[in-house]
């Protein structure tokens, strides 16, 4: 069972938003209900503006980054930019690239670790691999290297520079570098939430200042065509879309939305997308595509995409990346099939607050959506392990119910080799026979947080509304609060006392039916049917509906459709 909760608005504020500001009051209703303290912040919440993007100077470590890697441009200096395997370190390193070749860089390269043989981030083995072509004068990382004191180390031996861009906690000592930029290390809250792609952006942009305010050739050119990067690797990053993530988001979806680049017109094409794109069709239509290649085989196949320039290689780069994915989708559903089977022998809710599956042979490109699976379907933190046939594991961790995964780990510190990542998703390394030992630690450090709470899973309700108030109008002042994604969901609204009618199930899994009150007759659907059925709801009952209000598009006709979140037994 889920626990609804309806949001209590702000309702002085929502009045002054109609009355002062012109937000109509369907809109103005919602609005009450999200953490904005006045009509100014709406205002600036309704219209992202590039122009509010704070100075990037304010980011520590930005000075001496920027001056080391100006140095290296005037002096012509080899530069490799180090960037993450995953879709936030792979834009940011496209950026990065990209914008150190239009500054007149003489020799740039990229690379990005193999996360089958070599694990996360920057590490020795893979530096030697990247400097087989000869040294660099400087490494800049993207996404990575808060943690990498054995890459520092090896870089101070071979005599390379480094400067770290990176947004992952820091630990209390930090890598011998010469610069490093984390928001993490710094005293703004609103920067802390950039992605491994917004602290590039940010690095990118003061590079630009400082070369304009100093008359460096080359540095005149606008960042602004960049977003596109920015935007894709945020939305990957699942961080909060609010403050300067959204204004990236905002303006990014724009550029690509009206692109010629080759990279998303292919990709696009490959995907059959079709129409606007918005975070929905990024997150779960491109970002898969682009991180497959590197959860089965390279991520250096779609890091080509953004950089070749080249029409026919990037519908090549394209197509092998949507075979990737479908690849991905079988081998992550038979992993889900076992991890399922298996927890659902001995998961025990009151009794079990931090799940742990483990097996050789799962394939460790994808054991990150695994537990994201797991975690949503138990409500509980999830930490999922593959190991290979020497008994050496590699896991990815995701939280839920509002569990630090980070602290919790941290006490689990005994059974692993190694581990790090945030607050809401993590990774680590362990042996095999350390496995029963982790999942008792992981349990304990989970129950010691959970118990005692209410972990049924919420749905927080922005607002009670009519079935008439469903129209075309009120769906177009919702969208006004778009981007959505994490920190900024799509708002949930409520119908009460409908009638159930003709419920179908369609795709094996899914619940179409027919929601009217009076009048009315409202299209709905409930994804998932099969995990989360509403039980002894027959046809003509009464019902109250969870949903989130979406414009179906099929066949070239468009209707509006409630997304069901929920949906239970009338309580009116």
């Known amino acids: 069972m889920k626990t609804w909760i309806t949001l209590r608005p702000d309702d002085k504020l929502a009045g002054s938003l109609v009355s ?35 100075d990037p100077f304010l980011l520590p470590g930005m000075e001496a980054a920027v001056r080391r890697i100006w140095k290296a441009l005037e002096g012509k200096e080899h530069i490799l930019v180090f960037g993450d395997y995953d879709v936030d370190g792979i834009a940011g390193t496209a950026l990065l690239v990209k914008v150190l070749k239009r500054l007149g860089a003489r020799s740039v390269a990229p690379c990005l670790p193999d996360r089958l043989e070599e694990g996360y981030g920057i590490s020795p083995a893979a530096l030697r691999r990247c400097f087989r072509n000869g040294l660099p004068g400087l490494v800049v990382t993207v996404d990575c290297g808060i943690s990498a ?6 870089m101070l031996v071979s005599k390379v520079d480094l400067v770290i861009t990176d947004h992952h906690e820091p630990a209390a000592a930090l890598p011998a570098a010469l610069a490093v930029v984390n928001p993490k ?51 990957a990053d699942i961080v909060p879309l609010l403050g300067e993530n959204r204004i990236f988001v905002s303006s990014g979806l724009k550029l690509i939305n009206s692109s010629k680049d080759s ?30 290649a590197g959860r089965l085989k390279s991520a250096e196949t779609a890091l080509d995409l953004f950089l070749t320039g080249d029409d026919q290689k990037a519908g090549s780069i394209a197509r092998d990346l949507d075979r990737a994915n479908r690849e991905r989708q079988a081998i992550e559903k038979q992993i889900l099939k076992e991890a399922f089977r298996e927890i659902d022998g001995w998961f025990d809710p009151a009794v079990h607050f931090g799940v742990v599956a483990g097996r050789r042979g799962w ?68 042996e095999e026979g350390r496995l029963e030992e982790f999942r008792h630690l992981f349990n304990l450090a989970a129950e010691k947080e959970l118990k005692g709470g209410d972990l049924a899973p919420v749905i927080k309700i922005n607002a ?13 002042d919702i969208e006004k609060l778009a981007p959505f994604g994490t920190g900024n969901p799509r708002p949930v609204l409520a119908v009460s006392g409908l009638e159930f009618r003709e419920p179908r199930v369609v795709g094996g899994k899914h619940l179409r039916f027919k929601a009217r009150k009076n009048s009315t007759c409202l299209d709905a659907i409930a994804f998932n049917y099969d995990e989360r059925g509403a039980e002894g709801i027959a046809e003509g009952d009464r019902v109250d509906v969870a949903f ?16 069901v979140m929920d949906f239970r037994r009338s309580q009116v």
């Open 20 to 54: 002062e500001a012109g937000v109509p009051p369907f809109l103005a209703r919602i609005l009450g209900t999200y953490s904005l303290p006045d009509g100014t912040a709406v205002k600036k919440f309704l219209a992202p503006k590039l122009s509010d993007l704070s």
């Open 149 to 154: 004191f054995e890459a520092a180390e090896f």
């Open 185 to 235: 290390l710094g005293k703004s809250d609103s920067l802390k939430t950039l992605s491994g792609t917004g602290v590039a952006f940010k690095l990118c942009h003061a590079l630009l200042k400082h070369g304009r305010k100093s008359g460096m050739p080359g540095a005149e050119f606008d960042l602004r065509e960049y977003l596109d990067l920015v935007a894709v690797g945020t939305v």
């Open 263 to 292: 990279a998303w017109q292919k990709l696009m094409q490959a995907a059959d997308m079709k129409g606007p794109l918005d975070t929905y069709h990024l997150a779960y239509g491109i970002v898969p595509r682009l991180n497959a």
């Open 363 to 430: 394939h460790i490109g994808v054991i990150g959506i695994v537990a994201s699976r797991i975690a949503a379907r138990y409500n509980r933190p999830a930490v999922v392990v593959g190991f290979d046939e020497a008994g050496a594991g590699r896991g990815s961790g995701r939280s839920a119910c509002g569990f630090n995964l980070l602290d919790g780990l941290e006490e689990c510190r005994a059974a692993l080799k190694k581990f790090g990542g945030h607050a809401a998703a993590a990774g680590l390394e362990m």
């Open 464 to 476: 009670w509304i009519a079935a008439e108030d469903v129209t075309p109008e009120n769906h177009k």
């Open 548 to 563: 989130q209000l979406r414009k179906n598009s099929f066949n070239g006709r468009e209707n509006l459709e409630l997304n």
